[in-house]
């Protein structure tokens, strides 16, 4: 039994221990932790089943009663049923002593029950649900009860927490399904027992009317809506059967609605809930459906009536987020934003069956006058909705028209099915079958017969549209206007507006815009809000409309500077803002029209920016710093998008200007950071285009010198020598002075520049390189002073590859080219980072093929400047990071794939046969220290060795016989073999490496990573080459070294026949790598086996 006998009861003091938890939860925060995880091992517990019954039977605390039912929740959707005895009655029983509450142990009793019959047999559900139904019927006190049984049953069937088989949820619901009219009846009559109940009975109803979704038929007919090519619809079978429009409960929840304005705000929402489920069970317009679909719409067209008049005057000024008008209209707004997808359903049906009685010679049908009156009122309702000064509110508005233009570009969302085998993760676009169709032309042409019935309504969208997007006038007068929360409604708008354009077209929302420019400049004050509704609109739609082709841009781009920009107030930034973001999406404009570029340009440089730092802040705190973004954002987007037409207006005069003014905004520290780096961008992207290479040289130096001057202070302080790696950060949030990261972004500004003209004279040196070096020891002392600030000097690293990478025509011979490199590895010495081996990895690719002799022997230097120390530390016990580790052996591999750097430093470097020695040592070592961990370095490192060897193969010259790369191979080849190293000879070493790495591989699931491929890479490397010998003959003693109980899983035969297969399949480096593979999963199975024999 469920109670006393069900299971052999704990210790006599257990339920006492359970009480003592219960309340420390609530009361002993010190130790809640301990207090929950030991009542969440005893709700596990078998003999929890005789201590809940206890608890569940006595007078107790409301917190006692509610775990013990939870209790009965946990392990009923856990399966863990009791042995023997009714379940149900016994959960009716203790249902009994809660019908008046408390609310929350009433509503765990109630879940337990409903997943207590999950678990019973499918042919048990209707017996069980009638007598629930019954029992929970007979006695007023009992109807709460009754209610919320009602209400839970449609949330359990669907409720994967319960651990039943998706079948059985299946056949439950169903089940359910096929008893609706007598729940139906049930809610009924409960809901007349008194207002308390008739919510709650509505809102079961709701409930069960969402359940109908179960019915497998609909299920499948919803399917196959979403697949279909010749416009599948469906309909619940209560909808196709006719007649729920006339249920008394719809109907009450009709009437509500259309009474929303004085009915009690709770029966509201629940008869919303009702219409809301109710216009959800169908998307055809057959009588039936239409019935329903027209009552739901009438409904809230006559709740519209009453209420929105109220709302009057909102429509400029807010509204109170929380007061009982915002509450009343959000349960109608609700249902507006729900039947947009219904209003253009219903409106192309409407038109489509007038078109056809016409075309028949016959009167339009007898409903459709009413239905047009209805439909259109909708519209109104959902037009007043988007302008509401009420974010909330206005998104329910603006959700009706994405729902009408989803449905006509047939781009609606299917929801998840709870009762599918699979769970469906979020919604997925679908497509509703409305007209749908895979032949493209018949989608075209339904689309275009769609397009002269919602033209009309969707321009009275766009001008709904545009009046919500209007700032108020006087922001900081607004008491209910959330700035933040605003823009983002905004962009919501900017979609609807965007997506509109398929309807309406773009020319004519821009016309429209026009038009209403017009009437608000000729007015006076000129309404700034106004112009910022208009920009708002041409953003959003500009990029929808061919460049160039109307007038109404121009002129606004026109009127920009002679606008009436404010200086106080929060107005002042929003103006602004404004003003920045039509620039920003006109810059393509701008850029081939040079008049109106100039003519912004000097907007930009004498009056736009230089007002921004003076305005007043918002009152957000992140509206200024937004405003100086936008702002900034736009002036290096024209700066970008027109540097070929600025470098040559006003005969090649007009470029000094703008740079000049531009250097003097980025040196004014009342900016932010990012917005001055901007800027620092759009001078780069002017002066990149200059054909004239002393100006550009010239003009940079200028601005470089400007950038020096802030520095002034900070080398003032800073000690006779540098602190080197004692050298802490200083500033308070820990990230280097701005003023040294704009210094090396004006020096790196310039470094994107095009391909020079043959035409022109080839100049002696870079400018970019120039300027570099005429300015070195300003940028050695911003380096040397502070490698302390990682980000400061991986800048620094980024600002040299790109100088050199666009200059390397001329960076070999500059002066400046090696002290760049060796200022990076003093760095690097200081504070080691992987970026500095970033940095001059890139650097070999860029010079390694420039056939230059001393160039080479720089390159050799610095890669063994930066390498050396890291396998020195492998062979000291005291490696540096993973992330440095692996870039310096990224680079090492870098350098030794070219063959002129590899014979350089194979021959001659002191370094590399320490290097090698270090690294064979360190290889297994790390893979089996902590292969996650050390993954990269030892790929990194096995990339090293393969290049090596590679380079010791004839093969890899491919017949090329010239002396240099002969002399390459027997250099590579006496490395591995001949030369001897500190720890001894390279190849068998390295064989053993091997062997040790596919050990050490084993326990971490061989197939997951890439040390098992990258051992595969380098062994078949080997055997391919003039090595294939030793290593066939020292990869048998090899794995039999290997620790027990590895060393034996391959016998003597097995490890021949291993080698002989390898040797078979080196040409496939697929099947080699799978043979390897296999051979590490043959190490891990050993090791598991071992593991469970312990």
């Known amino acids: 039994?469920?109670?006393?006998?069900?299971?052999?009861?704990?210790?006599?003091?257990?339920?006492?221990?359970?009480?003592?938890?219960?309340?420390?939860?609530?009361?002993?925060?010190?130790?809640?932790?301990?207090?929950?995880?030991?009542?969440?091992?005893?709700?596990?517990?078998?003999?929890?089943?005789?201590?809940?019954?206890?608890?569940?039977?006595?007078?107790?605390?409301?917190?006692?009663?509610?775990?013990?039912?939870?209790?009965?929740?946990?392990?009923?959707?856990?399966?863990?049923?009791?042995?023997?005895?009714?379940?149900?009655?016994?959960?009716?029983?203790?249902?009994?002593?809660?019908?008046?509450?408390?609310?929350?142990?009433?509503?765990?009793?109630?879940?337990?029950?409903?997943?207590?019959?999950?678990?019973?047999?499918?042919?048990?559900?209707?017996?069980?649900?009638?007598?629930?139904?019954?029992?929970?019927?007979?006695?007023?006190?009992?109807?709460?009860?009754?209610?919320?049984?009602?209400?839970?049953?449609?949330?359990?069937?669907?409720?994967?927490?319960?651990?039943?088989?998706?079948?059985?949820?299946?056949?439950?619901?169903?089940?359910?399904?096929?008893?609706?009219?007598?729940?139906f009846e049930a809610l009924c009559k409960a809901s007349v027992t008194n207002e308390q109940c008739n919510v709650g009975a509505l809102h079961a109803f709701a409930r069960w009317l969402h359940l109908q979704h179960a019915d497998p038929a609909l299920r499948a007919m919803k399917k196959a809506t979403a697949k279909a090519t010749t416009g599948t619809r469906f309909s619940a079978d209560v909808v196709a059967k006719g007649g729920l429009h006339e249920h008394p409960l719809v109907q009450q929840a009709a009437q509500t609605i259309g009474a929303i304005a004085k009915a009690p705000l709770e029966l509201c929402r629940a008869c919303g809930d009702v219409l809301s489920e109710a216009q959800g069970l169908t998307n055809e317009a057959t009588p039936q459906a239409r019935a329903v679909l027209l009552l739901v719409v009438q409904a809230v067209v006559e709740g519209s009536r009453q209420l929105l008049p109220m709302t009057r005057a909102n429509l400029e000024m807010w509204m109170d987020q929380d007061g009982e008008l915002a509450a009343r209209a959000a349960v109608l707004g609700r249902l507006v934003g729900e039947l947009g997808a219904i209003f253009c359903r219903l409106t192309v049906a409407d038109h489509a069956q007038a078109a056809a009685a016409t075309a028949n010679g016959q009167p339009p049908p007898s409903n459709g006058a009413a239905s047009e009156a209805a439909l259109n009122a909708l519209s109104e309702a959902a037009l007043h909705f988007c302008a509401l000064r009420h974010t909330d509110l206005a998104k329910c508005g603006l959700d009706f028209w994405y729902a009408v233009l989803a449905q006509h570009l047939v781009a609606t969302t299917e929801e998840d099915d709870p009762f599918d085998e699979e769970?469906?993760?979020?919604?997925?676009?679908?497509?509703?079958?409305?007209?749908?169709?895979?032949?493209?032309?018949?989608?075209?042409?339904?689309?275009?017969?769609?397009?002269?019935?919602?033209?009309?309504?969707?321009?009275?969208?766009?001008?709904?549209?545009?009046?919500?997007?209007?700032?108020?006038?006087?922001?900081?007068?607004?008491?209910?206007?959330?700035?933040?929360?605003?823009?983002?409604?905004?962009?919501?708008?900017?979609?609807?507006?965007?997506?509109?354009?398929?309807?309406?077209?773009?020319?004519?929302?821009?016309?429209?815009?026009?038009?209403?420019?017009?009437?608000?400049?000729?007015?006076?004050?000129?309404?700034?809000?106004?112009?910022?509704?208009?920009?708002?609109?041409?953003?959003?739609?500009?990029?929808?409309?061919?460049?160039?082709?109307?007038?109404?841009?121009?002129?606004?781009?026109?009127?920009?500077?002679?606008?009436?920009?404010?200086?106080?107030?929060?107005?002042?930034?929003?103006?602004?803002?404004?003003?920045?973001?039509?620039?920003?999406?006109?810059?393509?404009?701008?850029?081939?029209?040079?008049?109106?570029?100039?003519?912004?340009?000097?907007?930009?440089?004498?009056?736009?920016?230089?007002?921004?730092?003076?305005?007043?802040?918002?009152?957000?705190?992140?509206?200024?710093?937004?405003?100086?973004?936008?702002?900034?954002?736009?002036?290096?987007?024209?700066?970008?998008?027109?540097?070929?037409?600025?470098?040559?207006?006003?005969?090649?005069?007009?470029?000094?200007?703008?740079?000049?003014?531009?250097?003097?905004?980025?040196?004014?520290?009342?900016?932010?950071?990012?917005?001055?780096?901007?800027?620092?961008?759009?001078?780069?992207?002017?002066?990149?285009?200059?054909?004239?290479?002393?100006?550009?040289?010239?003009?940079?130096?200028?601005?470089?010198?400007?950038?020096?001057?802030?520095?002034?202070?900070?080398?003032?302080?800073?000690?006779?020598?540098?602190?080197?790696?004692?050298?802490?950060?200083?500033?308070?949030?820990?990230?280097?002075?701005?003023?040294?990261?704009?210094?090396?972004?004006?020096?790196?500004?310039?470094?994107?520049?095009?391909?020079?003209?043959?035409?022109?004279?080839?100049?002696?040196?870079?400018?970019?390189?120039?300027?570099?070096?005429?300015?070195?020891?300003?940028?050695?002392?911003?380096?040397?002073?502070?490698?302390?600030?990682?980000?400061?000097?991986?800048?620094?690293?980024?600002?040299?590859?790109?100088?050199?990478?666009?200059?390397?025509?001329?960076?070999?011979?500059?002066?400046v080219f090696v002290p760049m490199m060796k200022l990076m590895a003093r760095c690097c010495e200081y504070h080691p980072q992987p970026f500095y081996m970033g940095l001059v990895r890139s650097v070999i690719g860029f010079f390694a093929a420039a056939g230059s002799a001393q160039l080479d022997s720089i390159l050799v230097d610095l890669t063994g400047l930066f390498v050396a120390p890291v396998a020195r530390s492998f062979s000291m016990g005291c490696p540096l990071t993973p992330p440095i580790n692996t870039a310096s052996y990224e680079m090492l591999a870098e350098a030794l794939r070219h063959w002129n750097l590899a014979l350089l430093a194979i021959r001659n470097a002191a370094w590399l046969p320490e290097t090698l020695d270090a690294t064979i040592d360190a290889l297994p070592r790390l893979c089996e220290d902590n292969q996650v961990v050390h993954e990269r370095t030892i790929c990194a490192m096995m990339r090293f060795l393969r290049n090596v060897l590679l380079w010791a193969d004839p093969s890899t010259c491919k017949g090329d016989t010239s002396p240099e790369l002969l002399e390459l191979q027997r250099q590579a080849q006496a490395i591995i073999v001949e030369r001897p190293l500190a720890r001894g000879v390279a190849l068998p070493r390295l064989v053993e490496a091997l062997a040790r790495l596919l050990a050490a591989a084993a326990p971490n699931g061989p197939a997951k990573g890439e040390v098992v491929p990258g051992v595969a890479e380098v062994l078949r490397t080997l055997l391919m080459g003039p090595f294939e010998y030793q290593a066939s003959g020292g990869l048998p003693a090899a794995l039999r070294a290997l620790p027990s109980p590895l060393g034996g899983v391959l016998a003597e035969p097995e490890q021949q026949r291993l080698v002989q297969q390898l040797k078979m399949e080196k040409a496939d480096s697929r099947r080699f790598t799978r043979t390897v593979l296999g051979v590490a999963e043959q190490f891990a199975v050993t090791l598991k086996r071992a593991q469970f024999g312990a």
């Open 423 to 815: 769970v469906q993760i979020g919604g997925k676009i679908g497509t509703d079958g409305w007209g749908q169709s895979r032949d493209q032309e018949a989608e075209q042409q339904r689309r275009a017969e769609e397009v002269p019935i919602l033209a009309p309504h969707m321009k009275r969208m766009v001008q709904a549209h545009w009046q919500a997007v209007r700032y108020p006038a006087e922001p900081e007068r607004e008491a209910y206007f959330d700035w933040d929360e605003f823009v983002r409604f905004r962009e919501l708008c900017s979609i609807n507006i965007t997506e509109a354009c398929l309807v309406v077209t773009p020319r004519w929302i821009i016309d429209h815009i026009g038009t209403l420019l017009e009437q608000i400049c000729s007015t006076q004050p000129i309404a700034w809000q106004d112009i910022d509704a208009c920009v708002f609109v041409l953003t959003g739609v500009a990029s929808r409309a061919p460049a160039g082709q109307d007038t109404v841009i121009p002129k606004l781009i026109e009127l920009l500077p002679s606008l009436p920009y404010h200086t106080e107030g929060f107005k002042a930034l929003l103006f602004r803002n404004a003003a920045s973001r039509l620039i920003l999406f006109t810059s393509g404009y701008l850029a081939l029209n040079p008049e109106p570029c100039k003519q912004i340009l000097r907007f930009l440089t004498v009056q736009h920016l230089p007002a921004i730092p003076a305005l007043p802040p918002g009152p957000d705190k992140d509206a200024k710093k937004y405003c100086e973004a936008i702002a900034c954002d736009a002036m290096k987007m024209v700066m970008t998008a027109a540097r070929k037409g600025i470098v040559t207006a006003d005969n090649g005069t007009l470029w000094r200007d703008v740079i000049s003014a531009v250097i003097t905004l980025v040196a004014d520290p009342r900016y932010n950071v990012d917005c001055r780096a901007q800027l620092v961008f759009g001078i780069g992207q002017v002066l990149s285009v200059l054909e004239n290479w002393d100006e550009l040289e010239q003009m940079l130096s200028i601005f470089v010198a400007r950038m020096e001057e802030p520095l002034g202070p900070i080398f003032a302080a800073l000690p006779a020598e540098p602190l080197g790696s004692r050298a802490q950060k200083t500033t308070s949030d820990g990230k280097a002075p701005l003023e040294l990261k704009l210094y090396i972004a004006a020096v790196s500004s310039v470094y994107n520049m095009p391909p020079r003209s043959e035409a022109l004279p080839r100049p002696d040196h870079h400018p970019v390189l120039a300027v570099v070096e005429k300015h070195f020891a300003t940028i050695e002392r911003v380096c040397i002073h502070h490698t302390q600030y990682d980000e400061l000097m991986e800048q620094v690293c980024l600002a040299f590859s790109y100088i050199l990478g666009f200059s390397r025509a001329y960076a070999a011979s500059s002066p």
């Open 1 to 183: 039994r469920l109670g006393p006998g069900g299971g052999r009861l704990m210790a006599a003091d257990a339920k006492a221990q359970v009480l003592v938890h219960i309340h420390g939860l609530h009361k002993d925060f010190a130790n809640t932790q301990a207090h929950s995880d030991w009542l969440q091992h005893f709700q596990q517990a078998t003999q929890a089943w005789g201590i809940v019954h206890e608890l569940l039977s006595e007078a107790n605390d409301e917190v006692v009663h509610y775990f013990a039912a939870h209790t009965l929740v946990t392990k009923l959707q856990a399966g863990h049923l009791p042995s023997s005895g009714s379940i149900s009655q016994e959960l009716l029983r203790y249902l009994a002593n809660f019908w008046r509450g408390p609310a929350a142990v009433r509503r765990q009793l109630v879940v337990a029950l409903i997943d207590s019959a999950l678990w019973q047999a499918p042919e048990q559900d209707g017996h069980w649900l009638a007598e629930c139904i019954k029992q929970l019927s007979e006695r007023v006190e009992a109807i709460s009860c009754l209610l919320e049984f009602l209400a839970a049953i449609p949330e359990e069937a669907a409720n994967r927490k319960v651990v039943v088989a998706a079948q059985r949820r299946t056949v439950f619901a169903t089940n359910m399904l096929q008893h609706s009219g007598h729940v």
